[in-house]
């Protein structure tokens, strides 16, 4: 393990959405950098000039922040640096661990058929030739990787990992227009940006042992390395988008918070004991990667919906109100100053059995109907003289109520049952029915504290005044 102060990245490619298996990549690599007391860094792969927009890198930026991951310094943008990457490559030539290969693509294919014929990897004819040799034709540049032996890959999570040199190829460095490929990037911008721990998904084990020959070829510190298992859907299977694929926006779309997320997160491959639940100072205090177990991860969506619950359950009224608003502005419903203070005082009753924050904004709705309210038909049906009669007694018996509270409401609505020698069953249901419209609601005396005790009393004298 590198004794050098931790540097940790993440390196995402910006040519689509920012997806979970990413995001718990940069999730971990953060927890790792924060708990060593080092730096968590971000580099753009920006590379594929065709699909990298501004847009996506946008979306990058903005899952990270949502997820409140941000770097400690200013992103890198590996495109920019590709002058600095051939310059290595260069390096490398002359360092004799690189030779320039000018290979036709007709030669190239003629060489794999016989390579795949022996059962080995390609081998160039150029790569021992001598410089004086080269015809004056395009050229590609190559590692010269060894030929024999092993390279071992000391890995924080899969422990010792063993390549035979002989499976590995001479990689391409610097294509026939001098474009850098993706292993030499990689390799010279961690080294600049002194990273210490490359910490990713295990698809690219097999770049460690080829990035590793690039680090000794040119006697540069190689990097712990780190690589995490996959993320599988509920049925062990690759993630889809109808399991699970979604970009990390999409998790803030279906009603998630960020903190739910990266407690959710930390879980997929690493854990405390027995600990479900806990926060990102203790998250901090307890990771460490090497702890991060080898085998892929399931994404669970019931403890996942369990988790979001409990957070909700703990996130403060008015930060809940702020996300309700923007939720239901997306269903074209605009909220007053009025009715935000009317989400604030209703969220404390409803949250409990939100799963989501569009669960919690579904059970406010109740509280924001305007007067008079449609009744649900069943409800009208049970309008009769004799519910109307006990309606309004028990509109009186709410109006004597000194203080408008749930302790207070619950001991007058059961000395009115017993008053009227019946169960709540016979008043309660077509009382909720008044109070909310036939919309989901909280029990009784909380839906009557959200409400007020003058929207409350209202709603059940425009009930009675229209049975009557």
Not at 45 to 67: M, P, Q, Y
Not at 68 to 86: T, W, Y
Not at 136 to 141: D, I, L, S, T, Y
Not at 160 to 168: A, C, D, H, I, T
Request: proline residues 6%.
């Amino acid at each position: 393990m590198s004794d050098r102060p931790v540097r940790t990245r993440i390196a995402p490619s910006p040519t689509g959405m920012m997806h979970i298996g990413t995001a718990r990549v940069a999730l971990f690599n953060w927890l790792y950098a924060r708990h060593t007391g080092g730096q968590f860094l971000l580099r753009i792969e920006d590379t594929d000039r065709e699909r990298s927009t501004d847009e996506a890198v946008k979306v990058i930026f903005d899952g990270l922040a949502w997820l409140n991951l941000q770097p400690d310094e200013p992103p890198v943008f590996q495109f920019a640096r590709a002058e600095r990457h051939r310059a290595v490559a260069e390096e490398l030539l002359a360092r004799g661990g690189a030779y320039r290969d000018y290979m036709t693509p007709e030669e190239l294919e003629a060489e794999r058929e016989v390579a795949r014929a022996e059962g080995r990897v390609v081998r160039s004819p150029w790569r021992d030739a001598s410089p004086n040799d080269a015809p004056a034709r395009p050229f590609v540049v190559r590692l010269k990787a060894p030929q024999e032996g092993e390279t071992v890959i000391l890995d924080a999570v899969k422990g010792e990992v063993r390549f035979q040199n002989k499976q590995l190829d001479d990689l391409i460095l610097l294509r026939t227009d001098g474009t850098p490929t993706y292993n030499l990037a990689v390799v010279v911008d961690d080294h600049d940006m002194g990273i210490t721990h490359v910490i990713r998904g295990d698809d690219h084990l097999n770049n460690a042992a080829r990035q590793t020959l690039i680090y000794q070829g040119l006697g540069w510190e190689t990097p712990v390395w780190a690589h995490l298992p996959m993320i599988n859907g509920p049925d062990g299977k690759k993630l889809s988008k109808r399991h699970g694929s979604q970009a990390v926006s999409e998790f803030d779309d279906m009603g998630y918070l960020p903190e739910t997320m990266r407690n959710y997160l930390a879980k997929l491959g690493w854990g405390h004991g027995d600990d479900e639940i806990f926060s990102d100072e203790q998250a901090i205090a307890w990771f460490d990667i090497k702890d991060v177990v080898s085998a892929p991860a399931r994404l669970d969506w019931d403890k996942l919906n369990h988790l979001n619950n409990h957070y909700i359950r703990q996130a403060e009224p008015a930060r809940l109100a702020g996300l309700v608003k923007k939720i239901l502005a997306s269903r074209d419903v605009a909220l007053t100053a009025g009715d935000m203070a009317i989400v604030e005082r209703t969220i404390p009753f409803v949250r409990d059995g939100a799963k989501t924050t569009l669960e919690l904004a579904d059970n406010v709705i109740f509280a924001l109907k305007r007067r008079p309210l449609e009744l649900p038909e069943k409800a009208k049906a049970q309008m009769t003289e004799e519910m109307t009669d006990r309606l309004s007694r028990l509109r009186q018996a709410l109006e004597a109520v000194e203080f408008w509270d749930v302790p207070s409401l619950e001991g007058a609505l059961r000395a009115f049952a017993e008053a009227e020698g019946v169960g709540l069953g016979k008043f309660g249901p077509q009382l909720r029915a008044v109070l909310s419209g036939g919309a989901p609601a909280p029990d009784l005396a909380g839906a009557m504290v959200a409400l007020g005790r003058d929207e409350s009393l209202g709603r059940l004298d425009d009930a009675l005044s229209r049975a009557a």
